[in-house]
T-cell receptor
Framework: AQSVAQPEDQVNVAEGNPLTVKCTYSVSGNPYLFWYVQYPNRGLQFLLK??????LVKGSYGFEAEFNKSQTSFHLKKPSALVSDSALYFC?????????????FGAGTRLFVKA | DTAVSQTPKYLVTQMGNDKSIKCEQN?????MYWYKQDSKKFLKIMFS???????INETVPNRFSPKSPDKAHLNLHINSLELGDSAVYFC??????????????FGPGTRLTVT
């Protein structure tokens, strides 16, 4: 079955420290992977995606993600966390669907950055 | 300039009523989506339209009917509302044409409360 997993419901990190939000996936064919962020009472915002090419992908707000094919992972990272990074983060993957493809989202990981 | 807009932002109604949520995008995208986010923040696709044609129709009760009068608009009509329909509904759009390669742009959401 095609799926995406975010094993941590919540990640806590101190401001200025590096952060990692984990994501693993299971799809047939080439994986196309996305990260989105959701601030309270807002819609999701796109951060970055991996389609092909370099395994390290850079995105908005200083975030980056590393694609690891052997571990089927696409972890989100940032070298130095900000309090304003506190939000809900969703990993997403392209999955095959009748007649085409669709995007399936992970359950989300809540990031708390403490000052 | 709002890229994806939804109206209304909040909707409180009683069981058994019929209601509609409207969505408009000014990004020139061909594909639009409706998602449901439940109280645990799980995000699930309901429908997807590409240039006014339905391409994704997940397991959604027949009480939910999307309508796309043109490729910039995708409305969601819900008949005979039930308590379990209470959720936040997000509209999104993408330049994707069914390949799943492009990011999605989300509206601010409509919080539906059924009493």
């Amino acid at each position: 079955a095609q799926s995406v997993a975010q094993p941590e419901d919540q990640v806590n990190v101190a401001e200025g420290n590096p952060l990692t939000v984990k994501c693993t996936y299971s799809v047939s064919g080439n994986p196309y992977l996305f990260w989105y962020v959701q601030y309270p009472n807002r819609g999701l915002q796109f951060l970055l995606k991996y389609i092909t090419g370099d395994n390290l992908v850079k995105g908005s707000y200083g975030f980056e993600a590393e694609f690891n094919k052997s571990q089927t992972s696409f972890h989100l990272k940032k070298p130095s966390a900000l309090v304003s990074d506190s939000a809900l983060y969703f990993c997403a993957v392209r999955a095959s669907h009748t007649g085409g493809f669709k995007t399936i989202f992970g359950a989300g990981t809540r990031l708390f950055v403490k000052a | 300039d709002t890229a994806v807009s939804q109206t209304p932002k909040y909707l409180v109604t009683q069981m058994g009523n019929d209601k509609s949520i409207k969505c408009e995008q000014n990004l020139g995208h061909d594909t639009m989506y409706w998602y449901k986010q439940d109280s645990k923040k799980f995000l699930k696709i309901m429908f997807s339209y590409n240039n006014k044609e339905l391409i994704i129709n997940e397991t959604v009760p027949n009480r939910f009917s999307p309508k796309s009068p043109d490729k910039a608009h995708l409305n969601l009509h819900i008949n005979s509302l039930e308590l379990g329909d209470s959720a936040v509904y997000f509209c999104a759009s993408s330049q994707d044409r069914g390949q799943g390669l492009y990011e999605q742009y989300f509206g601010p959401g409509t919080r539906l409360t059924v009493t």
